[in-house]
């Protein structure tokens, strides 16, 4: 491999991360808990690779997600508009506790329970599209458009605008580097959206959580307008990036050990411990939301200045083997609780009830749909999203028979 080493303590491009971020995060942990690094956006941060210590940060009060308490000329982070920046993964408590607490009956077990249905029929929908194709690229047909579908019903958002807000995302969280422009009119884009959809819902209220909230912010005065859009904003964004790169990397995990995939479907039972083990193993964040020290803290013996840039390497974390033991084995009958994916105290995903059926649906209903489903390149030659933020697949190209009959609904 042709990557930085831990002794010249800086984060190689953006492509080698992408290809196998796993090799060059462990090869850190390996050397030291903690270190003094300079990131891919050539600023310095300190990068904390251990299991243990990873899950202790992300619960630890003095490592806060505030931007506003980051040192001059440390982290800049997404070039988002103030209303759309006013939200959850910037906030800490009390203000992160207020507006958690407006949103999270929303995705309580029991409610999240009632879109089961409705997301199988989703689910059902696109893979007849996929029926009528012997190759098909699941990001773009299926893993994509699953989560931004639930969500976006959710949430209330018209089905011709979700395309749009797709390309807007990907804009801002993998930037193209020869369009320098670009995240910055995609943060445009979304705040005009954003601002006319809320317009539109004062209107025309309907049974929806966006208009839930906004009867929150006019009637109850628990929300101001930026944290309203910030908090539209985010849910969608996460909903969507979130989901799709877990959907997307289980099924080219499942692909790529064929064995494991014949015992899950001989025991389907296995299905939901699976999701597990396959966030554990390859999910959809390297790293978790940058933090900043209100004080001096002390991480694995290491003393972090006030105000520094702190990196959470939960691909690190999540092949210590000193927590999980042979960690580079993907194996469905490991117990992965515990696993750092969907985050670890008071800012563990809200979400994660939504991510976790929204997977088992798409698993169940796309490998029992296509018993000869395969991968149409091979693994060396698929391509992921240019980002530090998330692991994510650009396309995942496969072929839905090997015998040439196509697989259809009945």
């Known amino acids: 491999m042709t990557s930085a080493t831990p002794a010249q303590q800086k984060l190689v491009d953006h492509a ?12 850190f942990r390996e050397a030291g808990p903690v270190h003094k690094i300079t990131g891919t956006d050539g600023l310095p ?20 997600l505030d931007k506003r308490n980051a040192a001059p000329g440390g982290y800049r ?8 920046d006013a939200h959850l993964l910037n906030m800490d408590p009390p203000d992160h506790t207020r507006i958690r607490r407006l949103v999270s009956r929303a995705f309580t077990p029991r409610q999240i329970e009632q879109l089961r249905e409705p997301t199988q029929r989703i689910a059902d929908r696109l893979l007849d599209a996929v029926a009528q194709q012997e190759h098909a690229d699941l990001i773009a047909a299926y893993a994509a458009p699953l989560p931004i579908t639930v969500i976006c019903d959710l949430l209330g958002v018209a089905p ?12 801002l969280v993998a930037p193209d580097p020869t369009q320098p422009t670009l995240a910055k009119e995609a943060a445009g884009s979304l705040l005009a959206y954003f601002t006319r959809l809320i317009t539109a819902k004062r209107i025309a209220p309907a049974d929806d959580l966006l208009s839930a909230l906004i009867a929150t912010r006019d009637q109850e005065d628990r929300l101001n307008e930026d944290e309203l859009t910030s908090l539209a904003f985010l849910i969608l964004f996460a909903g969507y990036e979130n989901t799709v790169h877990l959907i997307g990397n289980s099924i080219l995990t499942l692909l790529r050990h064929p064995d494991q995939l014949a015992e899950l479907r001989a025991r389907p039972d296995r299905l939901s411990t699976s999701v597990e083990e396959l966030a554990r193993y390859d999910g959809p964040f390297p790293l978790a939301v940058r933090r900043f020290p209100t004080e001096d803290v002390t991480i694995g013996g290491v003393t972090v200045p006030a105000g520094e840039t702190v990196l959470l390497s939960l691909a690190a974390a999540h092949r210590d083997p000193r927590r999980f033991p042979d960690p580079d084995r993907f194996d469905i009958d490991r117990d992965a609780t515990g696993h750092l994916a969907l985050g670890h105290g008071i800012h563990y995903c809200l979400g994660a009830p939504l991510a976790r059926m929204e997977t088992e649906i798409a698993l169940a209903t796309l490998f029992d749909r296509f018993p000869d489903l395969a991968l149409a390149v091979p693994p060396s030659e698929l ?28």
Request: charged share 25%; glycine share 4%; aromatic share 8%.
């Open 383 to 410: 391509r992921w999203r240019p980002s530090m933020r998330s692991r994510g697949l650009l396309a995942l190209p496969v072929r839905t028979a090997d015998t040439g009959r196509r697989t259809v609904s009945t």
């Open 160 to 171: 011709a605008d979700r395309p749009d807000f797709r390309a807007w995302t990907d804009a």
């Open 45 to 64: 941060a300190w990068l904390v690779t251990g299991y243990d210590d990873v899950r202790q940060a992300l619960a630890d009060p003095r490592l806060s």
């Open 77 to 84: 982070g997404m070039a988002l508009p103030p209303a759309l």
């Open 16 to 27: 080698v991360l992408a290809a196998d971020p796993y090799a060059v995060y462990v090869q």
